[in-house]
């Protein structure tokens, strides 16, 4: 009795309806069970109708990804995380696969009571990807103030700021935009914080050695 109603598309908040008499489309839906859908004619002593909604049977549905640990989301609900095996009744479905790092994957999904309800996604990554060489190879190098050792990281689309520093070098930046899906390459080689030094040897016929952190 609390299945939803239509008369020619609109929805009917009870089962005592007034409608003209002559044909009108007839929708009953209730979760669960077959939809019935057909016309009726509306006359003088033929106004009862009586329905039966037939239930149906849940069906299994497997729904998976590469990488999984994905959550699932199946009509704005979360359902868990792939890869899962769960049961709905037949019928459309919204369904929303989500993944740190990752873009989402949105589709309708039919899932059906004489088919395989295997659902596989394979998810693309939101980045792109920075390849960096340094001058001195020890410099420290700062991706929006983030440290980072690595000289080929995968970053989110977006603007970043590059700083690279190292005792006894002038220091650099750059602003950079990351595209998903392409690769920037970026060199910096530091500029030597140089000075003249001047010396005298007594006697002048001395050999003089210049080092610093083993380098003559």
């Known amino acids: 009795t609390d299945a939803q109603i239509y008369i020619d598309d609109k929805l009917q908040i009870n089962n005592a309806i007034q409608v003209s008499t002559g044909s009108h489309k007839i929708k009953i839906i209730k979760e669960g069970y ?20 037939s ?12 990488p999984n640990g994905a959550k699932i989301y199946i ?8 890869n899962k095996g769960l049961f709905l009744y037949p019928g459309v479905y919204q ?6 790092g990752y873009l989402d994957e ?13 659902f596989t996604y394979n998810l693309e990554k939101n980045a792109g990807t920075l390849n960096i060489s340094v001058t001195p190879s020890n410099a420290t190098i ?21 700083e690279i520093s190292e005792n006894g070098y002038y220091d650099q930046s ?3 935009e990351v595209e998903l899906g392409k690769t ?19 006697p002048p016929e001395s050999n003089v050695t210049l080092s610093k952190n083993g380098n003559i």
Not at 75 to 82: A, F, I, S, V, Y
Request: glycine share 6%; proline share 3%; hydrophobic share 35%.
């Open 34 to 53: 077959q939809t019935i859908e057909e016309n009726i004619d509306v006359a003088v002593g033929k106004t009862l109708f009586n329905y039966t909604l």
């Open 55 to 66: 239930e149906i049977e849940l069906v299994g549905v497997q729904i998976s990804s590469v």
């Open 75 to 82: 009509n704005g609900l979360e359902k868990g995380e792939t």
């Open 95 to 100: 369904l929303r696969i989500i993944k740190s």
């Open 106 to 118: 949105e589709e309708k999904i039919t899932v059906g009571s004489n088919k395989q309800n295997n």
């Open 142 to 162: 700062l991706i929006n103030k983030e440290k980072f050792t690595q000289k080929n990281i995968e970053l989110p689309p977006g603007k970043y700021k590059i």
């Open 174 to 176: 750059e602003t950079i």
């Open 184 to 202: 920037i390459t970026k060199n910096f080689k530091l500029q030597p914080i140089v000075g003249k030094l001047q010396f005298t040897i007594n």
